[in-house]
């Protein structure tokens, strides 16, 4: 493993860890690292019994990491904060607009997490 890929792999298992303990619907967590982005999925619990589960996979880019792992312990807690908090707010929003009557078609939601939306600042030049 490089050392970018390490930095990675330790940001999307502590965002992994952080939607499972923050979420008490999440049932599951799951994440991978690839050259140029994060993705973690994770299952919640329908929010009634007869819908199924609902999937959510969120990706941050390689810049969105490499600006995580370079902000001060402060901005990384606000950037968690920001990201339980925006996860939460997707996931209901998303479930409102996409149910469908069989519940094993839906497709996952897919979030996008960029520097700005955890009130990061860019670190290249």
């Given at each position: 493993?490089?050392?970018?890929?390490?930095?990675?792999?330790?940001?999307?298992?502590?965002?992994?860890?952080?939607?499972?303990?923050?979420?008490?619907?999440?049932?599951?967590?799951?994440?991978?690292?690839?050259?140029?982005?994060?993705?973690?999925?994770?299952?919640?619990?329908?929010?009634?019994?007869r819908e199924g589960r609902e999937v959510v996979e969120v990706v941050a880019s390689a810049t969105t990491i490499d600006d995580y792992s370079r902000a001060s312990d402060v901005a990384q807690f606000r950037?968690?904060?920001?990201?339980?908090?925006f996860v939460k707010k997707q996931r209901l929003h998303s479930a409102r607009e996409q149910w469908v009557a069989d519940p094993e078609s839906r497709e996952p939601a897919y979030l996008s997490i960029t520097s700005p939306r955890l009130g990061l600042y860019s670190h290249r030049a």
């Open positions: 493993m490089t050392g970018n890929t390490m930095v990675s792999a330790v940001v999307a298992q502590k965002w992994a860890n952080l939607l499972a303990s923050c979420c008490p619907e999440v049932t599951r967590t799951q994440w991978h690292v690839a050259s140029d982005e994060i993705a973690i999925t994770a299952w919640f619990r329908a929010s009634k019994p950037a968690d904060s920001k990201l339980i908090e």
